[in-house]
């Protein structure tokens, strides 16, 4: 890698940092700063404060920001930019159950859309407890007769986002409690259009939870 593009990948996560502590302060009213985020022993980010929770994604020019308040819930979000990724359907075989497979394979090959909508709920979810992606494949599935769908006590959305050059991303986010909503808000140097694609209800009793890897 070359000095410009260290430089250039340093600034562009400087630039997301500032623009995650820019949606932390709208969500608060008032300025969050660096040195406010703290850490637990697994990496996971949180403020002072246990009755706020939030988790910050970012992909491409996009950065968003899932937030709740109140109750000690805990959130989780994912945003991925929608394009082609090489050996799509050897990772998904890695890291997707039988039925996820089945669901982003469209004759033979795969659907990028729906490979990002798997991809980002098991990240989101992942996010959500501070596990890593090399836990994915402990994730329990999120495809249930062909459709999306999960067994857990965890409420899940997916977003569809389109940028003004016609780039489209998908955005998910998850929260531990049945038909709730964490506040979502998301910057990038464009303003993209945005629809909500699914909304996943959980299911009434717990699926057994992922455990990480030791």
């Not at 430089?7 to 630039?15: A, H, I, P």
């Not at 955005?171 to 259009?193: H, K, M, N, Q």
Request: with cysteine; aromatic share 10%; proline share 4%.
């Amino acid at each position: 890698m070359s000095n410009g593009q260290l430089n250039g990948k340093n600034y562009r996560k400087k630039f997301q940092s500032a623009q995650a502590l820019q949606i932390l302060s709208l969500l608060e009213g008032r300025t969050i700063e660096e040195k406010d985020i703290k850490r637990e022993e697994q990496g996971r980010p949180f403020l002072g404060s246990r009755e706020i929770d939030f988790n910050i994604t970012n992909s491409s020019n996009m950065v968003a920001v899932s937030y709740v308040k109140g109750g000690n819930l805990r959130t989780g979000c994912d945003i991925e930019l929608i394009r082609p990724r090489i050996n799509a359907q050897k990772i998904a075989q890695m890291f997707f159950c039988d039925s996820e497979v089945n669901y982003i394979l469209e004759n033979g090959k795969v659907n990028d859309t729906r490979f990002f909508e798997i991809w980002t709920l098991k990240e989101c979810y992942l996010k959500l407890y501070g596990f890593s992606v090399f836990d994915m494949k402990n994730c329990p599935s999120f495809i249930n007769n062909d459709n999306l769908s999960t067994c857990l006590p965890v409420s899940f959305k997916i977003f569809e986002l389109f940028d003004e050059t016609g780039e489209k991303y998908i955005l998910s986010t998850a929260i531990e409690e049945v038909d709730y909503s964490p506040v979502v808000r998301w910057f990038s140097p464009l303003t993209p259009d945005c629809k909500t694609r699914a909304h996943i209800k959980a299911a009434p009793k717990a699926a057994q939870t992922v455990s990480p890897n030791r």
